[in-house]
């Protein structure tokens, strides 16, 4: 894998990037060609585990090359927003190369990082983490405050 050679991180391609993160997905069961969808910067993937649905984007733009992976986990109830905000703070706390946040009506967890560096392992190990996170606390927050799955329409 072109992560793991041991070389300037700038002579590794965003496409050979890309690559890597398509034989991670193969590697746990998935089909890259299904799971692709549009980038503006780059590539991007997007698959289910559980009952989370996940993205993984390899990016570059004029200024910077990075590695994220996003989780939109559930839908902001309509009550106890501030109970609600107060444990996702808390969470925060506990949570390992992860964070989550609150992007319109939708809370997230995510983790970026620079691509300079990442390997196969650390990023099959960043998909893999957040997928966990994600559906593991997808279901705990709906039972604790309400609100929608993401991924139920």
């Known amino acids: ?8 991180p700038r002579s590794i391609t965003i496409e050979q990037n ?7 997905l193969q590697s746990i069961g998935l089909d890259p060609a ?3 969808m549009p980038a503006r910067h780059g590539y991007a993937w997007k698959f289910q585990r ?3 649905m996940i993205e993984v984007y390899v990016s570059q733009t004029e200024d910077r090359e990075y590695f994220q992976v996003v989780a939109p986990i ?18 925060n706390l506990s949570l390992t190369n992860a964070s989550l946040g609150v992007y319109l009506d ?7 990082r620079p691509l300079a560096g990442l390997d196969a392992n650390e990023a099959n190990f960043i998909i893999s ?12 927050l709906v039972s604790e405050f309400g609100g929608r799955l993401y991924s139920q329409v």
């Open 106 to 112: 939708v809370i997230y967890i995510f983790t970026e």
């Open 129 to 140: 983490q957040i997928s966990a996170y994600a559906d593991e606390l997808d279901n705990q």
């Open 34 to 36: 299904q799971a692709r």
């Open 50 to 52: 559980g009952s989370a």
């Open 18 to 24: 890309a690559q890597t993160v398509e034989s991670i």
């Open 74 to 91: 559930l839908h902001l109830p309509p009550t106890h927003l501030l109970p609600l905000y107060r444990r996702l703070l808390e969470l």
């Open 1 to 8: 894998m072109v992560f793991g050679r041991r070389q300037n």
